[in-house]
């Protein structure tokens, strides 16, 4: 299955899921921004891509339909033609991305009812002598390099 992810359904999770994982490019300028620790490893396995403008042009529609245009970013538009052309599911916890979705008869999931949080913790690890921190901070104390946020095993 293909899952179409916005960001505050990344915010929200300590795990992707175990699916075909694809977002837009704006959301990874909103990762960035946020400068989320764990951009390098969604990095690895969660796809880019951009929709057309047909598909564009029915969400837009549709938006305007609902009453929601105002409240939906480039962004979120580009998610759910996204989610549209590929025929999968949206995972979003905003409401008027749900709306739409209900009206282009795209299937938009909570991500807390999805019951996806699989929580996993994340450390930092110093990029030079290897020492591990709960917490982030700019350099270790034992040698001063910098810290790298790790996947806790
Ligand atoms: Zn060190």
């Known amino acids: 299955m293909t899952v179409v992810l916005d960001s505050s359904a990344l915010f929200e999770m ?3 899921p175990d699916d075909d994982c694809v977002t837009v490019p704006g959301v990874w300028l ?6 989320d620790p764990r951009i390098a490893y969604w990095e690895g396995i969660l796809r880019t891509s951009s929709p057309g403008p ?16 105002g409240r939906l970013s480039a962004t979120d538009t580009e998610l759910l033609a996204l989610a549209l052309e590929l025929d999968s599911v949206l995972l979003s916890d905003d409401y008027s991305m ?13 991500v807390a009812t ?23 901070k700019t350099e270790c104390d034992v040698c001063g ?5 790790v996947r806790r095993r």
């Open 14 to 16: 300590q795990d992707l």
């Open 30 to 35: 909103e990762l960035k921004r946020h400068k």
């Open 54 to 69: 047909g598909s564009m042009a029915k969400v837009e529609r549709a938006a305007e339909r609902s009453g929601d245009s």
């Open 98 to 110: 749900q709306n739409i979705a209900q009206l282009i008869g795209v299937k938009c999931v909570p």
């Open 114 to 136: 999805r019951g996806i949080k699989k929580v996993w913790k994340w450390a930092y690890r110093c990029k030079g002598c290897g020492k591990m921190y709960d917490s982030d």
């Open 145 to 149: 390099h910098g810290l790298k946020s």
